[in-house]
Protein backbone atom coordinates (compact mmCIF):
# COMPACT_ATOMS: atom_id res chain seq x y z
CA UNK A 1 0.00 0.00 0.00
CA UNK A 2 2.45 2.62 0.79
CA UNK A 3 4.67 1.65 -2.37
CA UNK A 4 1.31 2.52 -4.67
CA UNK A 5 1.08 5.61 -2.56
CA UNK A 6 5.19 6.51 -2.97
CA UNK A 7 4.31 5.66 -7.17
CA UNK A 8 1.38 8.09 -7.64
CA UNK A 9 3.20 10.72 -5.72
CA UNK A 10 6.51 10.06 -8.29
CA UNK A 11 4.14 10.71 -11.10
CA UNK A 12 2.12 13.78 -9.94
CA UNK A 13 5.28 15.65 -9.52
CA UNK A 14 6.04 14.16 -13.59
CA UNK A 15 2.72 16.06 -14.28
CA UNK A 16 3.69 19.33 -12.55
CA UNK A 17 6.52 19.77 -14.01
CA UNK A 18 5.33 18.81 -17.40
CA UNK A 19 2.79 21.36 -17.26
CA UNK A 20 4.84 24.35 -16.03
CA UNK A 21 7.71 23.98 -19.13
CA UNK A 22 4.84 23.43 -21.04
CA UNK A 23 3.65 27.00 -20.11
CA UNK A 24 6.92 28.34 -19.94
CA UNK A 25 7.58 27.18 -23.56
CA UNK A 26 4.18 28.76 -24.57
CA UNK A 27 4.76 32.39 -23.71
CA UNK A 28 7.79 32.49 -24.73
CA UNK A 29 6.23 31.47 -28.47
CA UNK A 30 3.57 33.68 -28.13
CA UNK A 31 6.23 37.49 -26.81
CA UNK A 32 8.10 36.39 -29.63
CA UNK A 33 4.95 36.15 -32.30
CA UNK A 34 3.49 39.02 -30.85
CA UNK A 35 6.96 41.38 -31.97
CA UNK A 36 6.34 43.46 -34.52
CA UNK A 37 9.16 43.08 -37.34
CA UNK A 38 10.97 45.88 -38.27
CA UNK A 39 12.71 46.13 -41.76
CA UNK A 40 16.18 46.91 -42.36
CA UNK A 41 16.48 50.29 -43.99
CA UNK A 42 17.42 50.35 -47.49
CA UNK A 43 20.84 51.81 -48.33
CA UNK A 44 20.91 55.03 -49.96
CA UNK A 45 22.00 55.08 -53.24
CA UNK A 46 24.64 57.53 -54.79
CA UNK A 47 22.82 60.85 -56.29
CA UNK A 48 25.90 61.90 -59.04
CA UNK A 49 28.81 60.98 -60.26
CA UNK A 50 31.45 60.25 -57.89
CA UNK A 51 34.52 62.88 -58.14
CA UNK A 52 37.38 64.36 -56.42
CA UNK A 53 37.46 68.12 -55.44
CA UNK A 54 40.16 70.55 -54.37
CA UNK A 55 38.82 74.16 -52.55
CA UNK A 56 41.25 76.86 -54.58
CA UNK A 57 42.96 79.39 -52.34
CA UNK A 58 45.11 82.04 -52.47
CA UNK A 59 48.98 81.20 -52.94
CA UNK A 60 52.30 83.29 -53.44
CA UNK A 61 53.81 82.14 -56.46
CA UNK A 62 57.47 82.63 -57.65
CA UNK A 63 57.34 82.54 -61.46
CA UNK A 64 60.64 81.08 -62.43
CA UNK A 65 62.53 79.71 -65.58
CA UNK A 66 65.86 78.32 -65.54
CA UNK A 67 68.23 78.46 -68.36
CA UNK A 68 71.65 77.02 -69.16
CA UNK A 69 74.70 78.93 -69.36
CA UNK A 70 78.39 78.65 -69.63
CA UNK A 71 81.28 79.53 -66.78
CA UNK A 72 84.00 81.71 -68.24
CA UNK A 73 87.06 83.35 -66.73
CA UNK A 74 86.81 86.65 -65.37
CA UNK A 75 90.37 87.25 -67.32
CA UNK A 76 92.14 84.51 -69.80
CA UNK A 77 95.16 85.30 -72.05
CA UNK A 78 97.45 82.63 -73.69
CA UNK A 79 101.15 84.09 -72.64
CA UNK A 80 103.32 84.83 -75.79
CA UNK A 81 106.62 86.29 -77.32
CA UNK A 82 106.71 89.48 -79.23
CA UNK A 83 110.05 88.58 -80.21
CA UNK A 84 112.29 85.96 -82.32
CA UNK A 85 114.36 84.72 -79.65
CA UNK A 86 116.29 81.94 -77.62
CA UNK A 87 114.44 81.10 -73.79
CA UNK A 88 117.33 81.26 -70.92
CA UNK A 89 115.23 80.69 -68.09
CA UNK A 90 111.64 79.60 -67.26
CA UNK A 91 110.09 81.26 -63.65
CA UNK A 92 106.47 80.00 -64.63
CA UNK A 93 105.58 76.79 -62.12
CA UNK A 94 102.55 75.08 -63.57
CA UNK A 95 99.35 75.62 -62.05
CA UNK A 96 100.74 77.77 -59.59
CA UNK A 97 99.11 81.63 -58.81
CA UNK A 98 101.19 84.70 -59.74
CA UNK A 99 101.33 88.12 -59.25
CA UNK A 100 100.40 90.87 -61.94
CA UNK A 101 104.18 91.52 -63.26
CA UNK A 102 106.01 88.69 -61.87
CA UNK A 103 108.58 87.78 -64.74
CA UNK A 104 107.39 84.12 -66.75
CA UNK A 105 109.93 83.75 -68.83
CA UNK A 106 113.48 85.35 -69.80
CA UNK A 107 114.56 85.48 -73.17
CA UNK A 108 118.16 85.94 -74.51
CA UNK A 109 119.02 89.82 -74.23
CA UNK A 110 122.72 89.72 -74.09
CA UNK A 111 123.01 91.58 -77.70
CA UNK A 112 120.16 93.89 -77.44
CA UNK A 113 122.59 94.76 -74.03
CA UNK A 114 125.29 95.08 -75.82
CA UNK A 115 123.76 97.92 -78.38
CA UNK A 116 122.25 99.49 -75.57
CA UNK A 117 125.64 100.09 -74.04
CA UNK A 118 127.08 101.52 -77.73
CA UNK A 119 124.34 103.78 -78.08
CA UNK A 120 124.33 105.49 -74.56
CA UNK A 121 128.28 105.98 -75.73
CA UNK A 122 127.11 108.02 -78.32
CA UNK A 123 124.87 110.03 -76.26
CA UNK A 124 127.63 110.97 -74.21
CA UNK A 125 129.41 112.19 -77.63
CA UNK A 126 125.92 113.92 -79.58
CA UNK A 127 125.17 115.71 -76.23
CA UNK A 128 128.78 117.54 -75.77
CA UNK A 129 128.94 118.84 -79.12
CA UNK A 130 125.23 119.77 -78.83
CA UNK A 131 125.65 122.01 -75.64
CA UNK A 132 129.19 123.24 -77.09
CA UNK A 133 127.21 124.44 -80.17
CA UNK A 134 124.78 125.63 -77.72
CA UNK A 135 127.23 127.92 -75.88
CA UNK A 136 128.70 129.33 -78.83
CA UNK A 137 125.27 130.31 -80.40
CA UNK A 138 124.43 131.92 -77.10
CA UNK A 139 127.61 134.19 -78.06
CA UNK A 140 126.91 134.49 -81.62
CA UNK A 141 130.06 132.70 -82.76
CA UNK A 142 128.28 129.57 -84.52
CA UNK A 143 125.43 129.61 -86.98
CA UNK A 144 121.87 128.27 -86.12
CA UNK A 145 122.20 125.48 -88.70
CA UNK A 146 124.96 123.79 -87.13
CA UNK A 147 122.79 124.09 -83.27
CA UNK A 148 119.37 122.44 -84.87
CA UNK A 149 121.12 119.80 -86.79
CA UNK A 150 123.43 118.61 -83.47
CA UNK A 151 119.89 118.65 -81.72
CA UNK A 152 118.29 116.61 -83.97
CA UNK A 153 121.27 114.02 -84.00
CA UNK A 154 120.76 113.99 -80.37
CA UNK A 155 117.24 113.65 -80.40
CA UNK A 156 117.13 110.57 -82.61
CA UNK A 157 119.82 109.32 -81.05
CA UNK A 158 117.97 109.12 -77.87
CA UNK A 159 114.84 108.06 -79.70
CA UNK A 160 116.37 104.84 -80.55
CA UNK A 161 117.87 104.55 -77.20
CA UNK A 162 114.27 104.65 -75.99
CA UNK A 163 113.09 101.99 -78.45
CA UNK A 164 116.07 99.50 -77.48
CA UNK A 165 114.82 99.71 -73.90
CA UNK A 166 111.62 98.69 -75.39
CA UNK A 167 112.62 95.91 -77.29
CA UNK A 168 114.84 94.63 -74.35
CA UNK A 169 111.42 94.95 -71.57
CA UNK A 170 110.14 92.49 -73.90
CA UNK A 171 112.38 89.91 -73.27
CA UNK A 172 111.14 89.68 -69.40
CA UNK A 173 107.44 88.04 -70.11
CA UNK A 174 105.76 89.37 -67.45
CA UNK A 175 102.43 88.31 -66.11
CA UNK A 176 100.28 90.52 -67.13
CA UNK A 177 96.83 90.48 -64.06
CA UNK A 178 97.26 88.31 -61.02
CA UNK A 179 96.08 84.47 -61.57
CA UNK A 180 96.75 81.01 -62.34
CA UNK A 181 98.78 79.45 -64.45
CA UNK A 182 98.32 76.29 -66.58
CA UNK A 183 100.58 74.48 -68.75
CA UNK A 184 103.93 75.28 -69.83
CA UNK A 185 104.87 74.91 -73.26
CA UNK A 186 108.26 75.50 -73.45
CA UNK A 187 111.21 74.98 -71.28
CA UNK A 188 114.93 76.82 -71.27
CA UNK A 189 116.50 76.55 -74.27
CA UNK A 190 113.18 76.65 -76.72
CA UNK A 191 113.54 79.38 -79.62
CA UNK A 192 110.45 81.07 -79.43
CA UNK A 193 108.50 83.16 -81.97
CA UNK A 194 105.56 85.57 -81.89
CA UNK A 195 102.77 84.25 -81.03
CA UNK A 196 103.92 81.32 -79.63
CA UNK A 197 102.16 79.90 -76.98
CA UNK A 198 104.07 79.97 -73.82
CA UNK A 199 101.39 79.26 -71.36
CA UNK A 200 97.57 80.38 -69.88
CA UNK A 201 97.06 82.54 -67.44
CA UNK A 202 93.59 82.70 -66.12
CA UNK A 203 92.02 84.92 -63.46
CA UNK A 204 89.42 82.82 -61.94
CA UNK A 205 88.85 84.79 -58.71
CA UNK A 206 85.28 85.84 -60.19
CA UNK A 207 83.39 84.19 -63.46
CA UNK A 208 81.44 85.29 -66.14
CA UNK A 209 78.01 83.21 -66.84
CA UNK A 210 76.99 84.41 -70.43
CA UNK A 211 73.31 82.66 -70.55
CA UNK A 212 70.23 83.60 -73.07
CA UNK A 213 66.43 84.64 -72.13
CA UNK A 214 63.56 84.37 -74.43
CA UNK A 215 61.75 88.18 -76.14
CA UNK A 216 58.93 87.97 -73.60
CA UNK A 217 61.48 88.43 -71.01
CA UNK A 218 64.24 91.15 -72.02
CA UNK A 219 62.70 93.67 -70.08
CA UNK A 220 62.30 91.54 -67.03
CA UNK A 221 65.85 91.19 -66.03
CA UNK A 222 67.62 94.00 -65.82
CA UNK A 223 71.65 94.94 -65.00
CA UNK A 224 72.16 94.49 -60.68
CA UNK A 225 69.64 91.64 -60.48
CA UNK A 226 70.49 88.23 -58.60
CA UNK A 227 70.44 84.90 -60.47
CA UNK A 228 70.85 81.63 -58.73
CA UNK A 229 72.92 78.73 -59.95
CA UNK A 230 74.05 75.56 -60.07
CA UNK A 231 76.48 73.02 -61.51
CA UNK A 232 77.10 69.46 -62.26
CA UNK A 233 80.20 68.79 -59.88
CA UNK A 234 78.49 69.53 -56.73
CA UNK A 235 75.06 70.02 -55.44
CA UNK A 236 75.76 73.92 -54.21
CA UNK A 237 73.47 76.87 -55.33
CA UNK A 238 75.77 79.97 -56.17
CA UNK A 239 74.73 83.11 -56.55
CA UNK A 240 75.94 85.53 -59.41
CA UNK A 241 74.66 89.40 -60.31
CA UNK A 242 73.95 90.27 -63.72
CA UNK A 243 76.39 92.75 -65.22
CA UNK A 244 76.02 93.66 -68.63
CA UNK A 245 73.22 92.60 -71.85
CA UNK A 246 73.45 92.93 -75.24
CA UNK A 247 71.81 96.05 -77.14
CA UNK A 248 69.76 94.04 -78.97
CA UNK A 249 68.08 90.85 -79.73
CA UNK A 250 69.98 87.99 -81.92
CA UNK A 251 67.63 88.04 -85.06
CA UNK A 252 67.64 83.98 -85.50
CA UNK A 253 66.87 82.97 -81.99
CA UNK A 254 65.07 85.94 -80.82
CA UNK A 255 66.59 85.95 -77.79
CA UNK A 256 68.57 88.42 -75.67
CA UNK A 257 72.36 87.82 -74.32
CA UNK A 258 73.27 88.38 -70.66
CA UNK A 259 75.98 88.18 -68.83
CA UNK A 260 76.30 87.96 -64.91
CA UNK A 261 79.78 87.93 -62.71
CA UNK A 262 79.99 85.38 -59.57
CA UNK A 263 82.17 85.52 -57.06
CA UNK A 264 85.09 82.56 -57.14
CA UNK A 265 87.40 83.07 -54.46
CA UNK A 266 87.35 79.59 -52.78
CA UNK A 267 88.35 78.62 -56.42
CA UNK A 268 85.69 75.86 -56.16
CA UNK A 269 84.47 76.42 -60.44
CA UNK A 270 86.60 76.13 -63.11
CA UNK A 271 85.90 78.14 -66.74
CA UNK A 272 84.02 75.56 -68.80
CA UNK A 273 81.66 74.25 -66.89
CA UNK A 274 78.36 74.42 -67.39
CA UNK A 275 75.72 76.49 -65.23
CA UNK A 276 71.73 75.68 -64.84
CA UNK A 277 70.57 79.62 -63.78
CA UNK A 278 67.14 79.87 -61.61
CA UNK A 279 65.83 83.37 -62.95
CA UNK A 280 63.15 84.70 -61.17
CA UNK A 281 60.68 86.39 -62.82
CA UNK A 282 57.92 87.78 -60.88
CA UNK A 283 56.33 86.96 -57.34
CA UNK A 284 52.72 86.38 -57.37
CA UNK A 285 51.05 87.15 -53.70
CA UNK A 286 47.58 85.81 -54.21
CA UNK A 287 47.96 82.88 -57.37
CA UNK A 288 45.37 80.37 -57.71
CA UNK A 289 47.08 77.33 -58.32
CA UNK A 290 44.83 73.94 -60.27
CA UNK A 291 46.18 70.68 -60.96
CA UNK A 292 47.36 69.42 -63.64
CA UNK A 293 44.71 66.77 -64.41
CA UNK A 294 42.09 69.35 -63.82
CA UNK A 295 42.31 70.99 -66.96
CA UNK A 296 40.51 69.91 -69.67
CA UNK A 297 42.43 70.83 -73.32
CA UNK A 298 40.40 72.74 -76.13
CA UNK A 299 40.85 74.67 -79.47
CA UNK A 300 39.76 77.30 -77.61
CA UNK A 301 42.43 77.06 -74.61
CA UNK A 302 41.65 75.27 -71.24
CA UNK A 303 38.85 74.59 -68.85
CA UNK A 304 37.82 73.36 -65.93
CA UNK A 305 35.05 71.56 -63.80
CA UNK A 306 33.82 73.21 -61.28
CA UNK A 307 31.26 72.32 -58.44
CA UNK A 308 28.20 73.95 -58.17
CA UNK A 309 25.28 73.17 -55.93
CA UNK A 310 26.48 69.14 -56.16
CA UNK A 311 25.99 69.66 -60.21
CA UNK A 312 29.33 70.36 -62.44
CA UNK A 313 29.76 73.85 -64.40
CA UNK A 314 32.33 73.97 -67.47
CA UNK A 315 34.39 77.29 -66.74
CA UNK A 316 37.06 78.33 -69.50
CA UNK A 317 39.75 79.74 -67.91
CA UNK A 318 43.10 81.11 -69.03
CA UNK A 319 46.61 79.66 -67.68
CA UNK A 320 50.47 81.00 -66.77
CA UNK A 321 53.17 79.43 -65.70
CA UNK A 322 53.36 75.79 -64.88
CA UNK A 323 55.24 73.21 -62.89
CA UNK A 324 55.41 69.60 -62.43
CA UNK A 325 52.25 69.20 -60.52
CA UNK A 326 49.98 72.46 -61.01
CA UNK A 327 49.15 75.36 -63.34
CA UNK A 328 48.80 79.13 -62.24
CA UNK A 329 45.27 80.55 -63.62
CA UNK A 330 44.82 83.91 -64.26
CA UNK A 331 41.61 84.60 -65.12
CA UNK A 332 37.83 82.36 -64.71
CA UNK A 333 38.56 80.93 -61.19
CA UNK A 334 38.13 82.87 -57.82
CA UNK A 335 39.13 81.87 -54.25
CA UNK A 336 36.76 79.21 -52.86
CA UNK A 337 36.06 77.31 -55.84
CA UNK A 338 35.97 73.85 -55.82
CA UNK A 339 37.77 72.17 -59.02
CA UNK A 340 37.11 68.53 -59.93
CA UNK A 341 40.05 66.70 -60.28
CA UNK A 342 38.78 63.07 -61.24
CA UNK A 343 36.50 61.41 -63.78
CA UNK A 344 35.78 64.53 -65.86
CA UNK A 345 35.37 62.22 -68.86
CA UNK A 346 31.88 61.24 -67.48
CA UNK A 347 30.82 64.36 -66.75
CA UNK A 348 28.76 67.03 -69.06
CA UNK A 349 28.04 70.72 -67.97
CA UNK A 350 25.04 70.35 -65.20
CA UNK A 351 25.82 66.51 -64.46
CA UNK A 352 25.09 65.83 -61.00
CA UNK A 353 27.89 64.95 -58.84
CA UNK A 354 29.25 63.34 -55.24
CA UNK A 355 32.53 64.85 -53.64
CA UNK A 356 34.12 61.91 -53.07
CA UNK A 357 36.77 63.66 -51.25
CA UNK A 358 38.10 67.27 -51.11
CA UNK A 359 41.44 68.61 -50.51
Do not use: C, W
Request: glycine share 6%; net charge neutral.
Amino acid sequence: MEKTIHSAKIISGLIITGVILLSVYLKGYTSEKEKPTTKAPAAQQPTGVPVDGQVLRSESLNEEMVVSGTLMANQEVSISSELNRKVVAVYAKEGKFVNAGAILFKLDDADLIAELEQLKQQEKLVLLNERRLKELIDNEAAIQQDYDQAFTNLKVLQAKIEQLKVTLAKTSIRAPFSGNLGIVNVHTGAYVTPGSPLAVLTDNSHLKIDFAIPEKHANTLKTGDEVQYNVESNDKIYKAKIVAHDAGLDQKTRTLLMRAVSNNSSNELLPGQSARLTLRLSNTGNALMVPNQALIPSSQGYSVFVVNNNKASFKPIEVGERNAFSVHVTKGLAPGDTVITSNMLRLAPGSAVQLVSIH
